[in-house]
C-alpha cells in the first residue's frame, strides 16, 4: 500500500507558509494504519527493547501500539504539567520561541533499552530533546522512528549519531 499516498497536504496550517501533513487520512483506512505501526516496529523486531517512547500527542497514536507488538512497555514524554508525579524536565529552541517536554522520573531505569517513536521528523527539535529526557534517566537509545520524515528540513541532522528510521519520506 502507498501510504504517502493517505496523507493529505494542507496549505497555510497553522499559519501561513507552512504546508502540514495530515495525518488523519491514513488514521481513518484500519489497514493503512495497520500497515504504518508495522513498518514502524519492523526494523527493531528481534531487538532487546524494553521502552519505547513518545512525544506529545501525536508520538503516542503510534507508539503505544508499537510497544505492544514489540512486547515493551510505553512511556509518555508530554508537555509541562500534564504528569501527575515527579519529572525531568528540558527546554529546546524553536524557529519561534522555546518548548518545553516532561518524562517521570522514575519511567526508564538506568540501562534499559528506549526506542523513541514519533509522528513526523521536522527539524528534530522535540525528538533531540526527547533524546535529552530518555539519557538523563540513563536509558540508552537504540532508535529514533517516525512515520513521516520531512527531508528538506534536515532533521536527521540533529541526531547524529542515532540510528533514525522513517517510514515515508517527503
Known amino acids: 500500500m502507498d501510504l504517502a499516498s493517505l496523507i493529505r497536504d494542507v496549505p497555510d496550517f497553522p499559519v501561513k507558509g507552512v ?27 528481534g531487538e532487546p527493547i524494553d521502552v519505547v517512547a513518545a512525544i506529545e500527542s501525536r508520538g503516542f497514536i503510534f ?6 507488538l ?8 508530554r508537555k509541562p504539567g500534564k504528569l501527575p508525579a515527579e519529572t525531568v524536565r528540558v527546554d529546546y529552541t524553536l524557529e519561534y520561541g522555546v518548548n518545553t517536554l516532561e518524562i517521570h522520573r ?33 536509558g540508552h537509545v537504540v532508535g529514533i522512528a517516525f512515520l513521516v520524515s520531512l527531508t528538506s528540513l534536515k532533521g536527521v541532522e540533529n541526531l547524529p549519531g542515532y540510528r533514525v528510521f522513517s517510514v515515508i519520506d517527503f
Open 63 to 68: 507508539a503505544a501500539p508499537v510497544a505492544y
Open 70 to 77: 514489540l512486547g515493551a512497555a510505553f512511556v509518555p514524554i
Open 106 to 138: 522514575d519511567a526508564i531505569r538506568p540501562g534499559q533499552r528506549v526506542l523513541l517513536v514519533d509522528d513526523l521528523l521536522a527539524t528534530g527539535g522535540s525528538a533531540k530533546a526527547a533524546v535529552q529526557l530518555i539519557e538523563r534517566l540513563q
Open 19 to 45: 504546508l502540514f501533513k495530515d495525518l488523519t487520512t491514513l488514521l481513518k483506512d484500519a489497514q493503512a494504519f495497520h500497515e504504518a505501526v508495522d513498518a514502524l516496529a519492523e526494523p527493531f523486531r
